[in-house]
């Protein structure tokens, strides 16, 4: 009786020493999602389920991230070893997601189809789209797509995504309402789109808080009426087609990029605008010297008006050289009320003129930024290529005070020293310590008379 009464003990003791399979599901689920932060690591986090009957079910309820790539290379190589190797990839990553059907939530999926032969996966891609948008939990679906491919009707009507980053190279088209009231951020790339699809998609995102499209076509008039829609960015930067022509009007959005090459750009009711990047130039060409585009400089001279009233502004170099080249004409920028100005430029004679008449409507600047940009100038040489126009644009004179001025930070440094009034100026400079010309202009910054002792002059290396 006793032997027996000892094994019982010491079943009983090894029972009570597995205090992990004692913690709440709370904690233990929380500890599964740190092993699945990779998407490699998912599969882990199934495993767990074989240490105990306590396990078996408990990966259900971790948010995995997945993903499938098919990459380029995967159509060289022998015919029929070839076919094996897909063909066994295709089998097992869709017997897998028969499982994965079973969480809970898939914080993330992600398609990656970067073969040239793009028309061997189709019913595939079919198949993952409706895995995300019906069969599972997803609230991040991304789908990158090397080729045409027809966005299916069904998944227009799904409530379950956050986030959705889709790139087809085909027209996205909608026969009916789209219902995405869940969805939160929105990522359109190298698409189709017309007004009347953007008026669907927008109108079917009810929550949407921030819409980025890059390399769109056919979009003439973004009417943005969502009122949690607070960010938006045009990015045309890495296309060679520049034929954007766009007209804005988006009263709620706080936050605005524009980047790339486009033709048109307007806004016309960003009352709510806080933040603006315009960093973008138009595709213009000038046929003749001393040939001002008019239809550019209106477009330019309405976009300042327009972001007058931001707090924070950036300005790309194609924007300053237009600056310069409306200085010219005798045009200055409005007012404004930004107190945060950052200017990206080659800090060169012919582009202080920009600079200069941007800085004297900024009465309100508190901090500055330049960043010594480095592009070529050709629109502003094109323009500026007679003895006069230069000798006015080197002998150009500057006289402003700023009242609010308190930082200054220079991101390339290779600009002269003027005497200011600031709180604390940065120089970000890609020198050594030991150059010369560092050394020099550190001591001539050092030297101006200061007033206030709090005033400090900071020096970092790149």
């Not at 409306?326 to 100005?341: A, H, I, R, T, V």
């Not at 009465?363 to 502003?380: C, I, K, N, P, W």
């Not at 230069?390 to 220079?410: A, G, M, P, V, W």
Request: hydrophobic share 35%.
């Amino acid at each position: 009786m006793a032997k027996k009464s000892k094994k019982r003990e010491a079943k009983k003791s090894e029972k009570t020493e597995d205090r992990l399979s004692d913690l709440p599901d709370s904690i233990l689920i929380h500890i599964l999602s740190m092993l699945c932060e990779d998407t490699e690591d998912s599969k882990e986090v199934v495993r767990t389920s074989v240490v105990s009957k306590r396990w078996q079910f408990l990966w259900m309820s971790v948010p995995v991230s997945l993903e499938i790539e098919i990459p380029d290379d995967c159509c060289f190589g022998p015919p029929g070893k070839w076919e094996r190797h897909v063909l066994d990839y295709l089998n097992s990553t869709n017997r897998e997601l028969h499982y994965w059907r079973s969480c809970h939530k898939i914080r993330k999926f992600s398609v990656n189809c970067d073969s040239s032969d793009t028309e061997r996966f189709v019913k595939d891609v079919h198949l993952w789209v409706y895995f995300a948008s019906k069969l599972a939990n997803v609230e991040h679906f991304r789908l990158r797509y090397e080729g045409a491919y027809e966005f299916p009707q069904f998944a227009f009507k799904n409530t379950s995504w956050r986030k959705l980053d889709i790139q087809l190279g085909e027209t996205l088209n909608p026969s009916a309402n789209v219902n995405w009231s869940g969805m939160v951020s929105l990522s359109l790339r190298y698409m189709y789109l017309t007004d009347g699809v953007m008026e669907k998609v927008l109108s079917g995102c009810p929550n949407l808080e921030c819409l980025k499209l890059y390399h769109f076509v056919d979009v003439h008039r973004l009417e943005i009426s969502n009122v949690k829609l607070r960010k938006l960015i045009i990015d045309n930067s890495e296309t060679d087609q520049c034929d954007l022509s766009l007209e804005i009007l988006a009263p709620y959005i706080q936050n605005l990029k524009i980047l790339g090459s486009c033709r048109e750009i307007y806004l016309r009711n960003v009352a709510s605008l806080v933040n603006a990047v315009l960093n973008f130039e138009f595709d213009c060409y000038i046929e003749e010297e001393d040939t001002l585009p008019r239809m550019e400089c209106t477009c330019l001279k309405e976009l300042f008006h327009s972001v007058a009233h931001v707090e924070k502004l950036e300005l790309g170099p194609w924007c300053i050289q237009y600056l310069s080249i409306l200085e010219l004409e005798g045009w200055q920028p409005p007012p404004s009320s930004w107190k945060f100005l950052q200017l990206s430029t080659t800090l060169r004679q012919l582009d202080f003129p920009g600079i200069c008449s941007f800085l004297q409507s900024s009465s309100d600047l508190e901090t500055l930024v330049v960043d010594g940009y480095r592009e070529s100038r050709a629109l502003l040489l094109r323009y500026t290529n007679t003895d006069e126009q230069i000798r006015r644009f080197e002998t150009h004179d500057f006289n402003c005070s700023f009242l609010h001025l308190k930082t200054i930070k220079i991101l390339e440094f290779s600009v002269s020293v003027m005497p200011v009034v600031l709180e604390k100026f940065i120089i970000a400079a890609k020198y050594k310590k030991s150059d010369l010309y560092y050394v020099k202009r550190a001591q001539e910054l050092l030297s101006i008379p200061r007033s206030s002792p709090q005033a400090s002059v900071i020096f970092s290396y790149r």
